[in-house]
């Protein structure tokens, strides 16, 4: 079920695709008919060609080696998990179509086609814009940020349903952070056999945690003022009854 509220300004596609492996802890690799799981093993180049340390062994220097030059030859599926537990973990999944070459004893991939997949369906990014986008300047710090949020600070979550409609919170159980980025925040609302997700926008994008930390700042000053929500609160007063 989707909950939407006016606004969602959220990052491009090329910028989210970006994100996707830079903070992917593994990769899976499929080449040469065989599908490998590789952990803490990549890391990504300003240009968005990965870097996979493998085993010297490994089939994948083979299939390197013997593949046509410049032609796809193998596909990198990346998962980004929410940090947070919720239903539904996975955010979006990335597929990198491309080919490898030997590189300083890794293995380079350079993608020739890139697929990302959200709640809102599949995406084919454009190689240029995939290119040239950075990363979410949050990106590396998301995790931290919103397992401490959710873990020290319910409060301030249940303050800022304040700012959600109140019939997207009809028959919520619970509501967690799912996601932030440069423009927003995203809570997860989990009821008992569905679940959807409301965007709460900054009012300018935060390039770092102190820009980030201000914003937040200023979305609790906001829900400070607005009123109580009545659907979350009437359900608590019933399972407390």
């Given at each position: 079920?989707?909950?939407?509220?006016?606004?969602?300004?959220?990052?491009?596609a090329?910028?989210?695709?970006?994100s996707?492996?830079a903070?992917?802890?593994?990769?899976?690799?499929?080449?040469d008919?065989?599908r490998e799981?590789?952990?803490?093993?990549h890391?990504?180049?300003?240009?968005?060609?990965?870097?996979?340390?493998?085993?010297?062994d490994?089939?994948l220097?083979?299939?390197?080696?013997?593949?046509?030059?410049?032609?796809?030859?193998?596909?990198?599926?990346?998962?980004?998990?929410?940090?947070?537990p919720?239903?539904?973990?996975?955010?979006?999944?990335?597929w990198?179509?491309?080919?490898?070459?030997?590189?300083?004893?890794?293995l380079l991939f350079?993608?020739?086609?890139?697929?990302?997949?959200?709640?809102?369906?599949?995406?084919?990014?454009?190689?240029?814009?995939f290119?040239?986008?950075?990363p979410?300047?949050?990106?590396?710090?998301?995790?931290?940020?919103?397992t401490?949020l959710?873990?020290?600070h319910?409060?301030?979550v249940?303050?800022?349903?304040?700012?959600?409609?109140?019939?997207?919170?009809h028959?919520?159980?619970?509501?967690?952070?799912?996601?932030?980025?440069?423009?927003?925040?995203?809570?997860?609302?989990?009821?008992?056999?569905?679940?959807?997700?409301?965007?709460l926008?900054?009012?300018?994008?935060?390039?770092?945690?102190?820009?980030?930390t201000?914003?937040?700042?200023?979305?609790?000053?906001?829900?400070?003022?607005?009123?109580?929500?009545?659907?979350l609160?009437?359900?608590?007063?019933?399972?407390?009854?």
């Amino acid at each position: 079920m989707g909950d939407r509220q006016d606004w969602t300004a959220a990052p491009g596609a090329a910028e989210r695709a970006r994100s996707v492996p830079a903070t992917a802890w593994s990769c899976a690799v499929t080449a040469d008919g065989v599908r490998e799981e590789y952990v803490g093993a990549h890391t990504v180049t300003e240009d968005g060609a990965v870097r996979l340390a493998v085993p010297d062994d490994s089939g994948l220097f083979a299939a390197a080696l013997c593949a046509p030059r410049q032609e796809p030859s193998a596909l990198l599926e990346f998962a980004d998990v929410a940090p947070v537990p919720v239903r539904n973990r996975i955010r979006a999944r990335l597929w990198l179509s491309g080919w490898f070459a030997p590189s300083g004893g890794a293995l380079l991939f350079r993608p020739t086609r890139v697929v990302l997949r959200q709640a809102s369906g599949p995406v084919v990014v454009d190689l240029d814009e995939f290119t040239t986008a950075r990363p979410d300047p949050l990106a590396d710090a998301e995790a931290r940020l919103l397992t401490h949020l959710a873990d020290a600070h319910p409060d301030a979550v249940e303050r800022l349903t304040r700012l959600v409609r109140p019939e997207s919170l009809h028959a919520a159980t619970r509501v967690v952070p799912l996601a932030v980025d440069r423009h927003g925040l995203t809570l997860r609302i989990e009821r008992t056999r569905a679940h959807g997700d409301v965007r709460l926008p900054f009012h300018t994008p935060a390039d770092d945690v102190t820009q980030l930390t201000e914003r937040m700042h200023a979305l609790l000053a906001q829900a400070g003022a607005a009123g109580c929500p009545r659907a979350l609160q009437r359900q608590r007063a019933d399972g407390d009854g």
